[in-house]
C-alpha cells in the first residue's frame, strides 16, 4: 500500500526549466534510495539521476550539469530541477523509491509517471 504520484511535468520551451516532484505515501518505514526515470519516445526507460538517503547523487552523463536531484526524508519526497531543458529531454519521467516496508523489507515502487515535453 505504498503510492507515488508525480507532478511538475508540462511543457516548455528550450532553454526552460522544470521542477518534478515525487511524494510517497502509505505504510512506509523509511526510503533506501529515490531516483528519476524517463521513457523517450521510442525508447527504453532510463535512469535521469537518482539520491541516497545520506543525500549521495548520480546522474546520467546526458543531464549532469543542468539537473538536480534533491530529497526531502522528512516529507518522503524527491524532486529533480531541471534547467536548460533541450528537445531531448522530451519524456515521460518516472520517480522510483527503495521503500522500507514496515516489515523491515524493500520494495521498489514506480510513480505513475509525467510528461515533459521540451518544444519552441
Known amino acids: 500500500q505504498v503510492q507515488l504520484v508525480e507532478s511538475g511535468g508540462g511543457l516548455v520551451q528550450p532553454g526552460g526549466s522544470l521542477r518534478l516532484s515525487c511524494a510517497a505515501s502509505?505504510?512506509?518505514?523509511?526510503?533506501?534510495?529515490m531516483g528519476w526515470y524517463r521513457q523517450l519516445p521510442g525508447k527504453q526507460r532510463e535512469l535521469v539521476a537518482q539520491i541516497t538517503s545520506g543525500g549521495t547523487t548520480n546522474y546520467t552523463d546526458s543531464v549532469k550539469g543542468r539537473f538536480t536531484i534533491s530529497r526531502d526524508n522528512a516529507k518522503n519526497t524527491v524532486y529533480l530541477q531541471m534547467n536548460s531543458l533541450k528537445p531531448e529531454d522530451t519524456a515521460v519521467y518516472y520517480c522510483n523509491a527503495d521503500v522500507r516496508r514496515w516489515s523491515d523489507r524493500y520494495f521498489y515502487y514506480w510513480g505513475q509517471g509525467t510528461q515533459v515535453t521540451v518544444s519552441s
Open positions: 502509505g505504510r512506509i518505514s523509511g526510503i533506501r534510495a
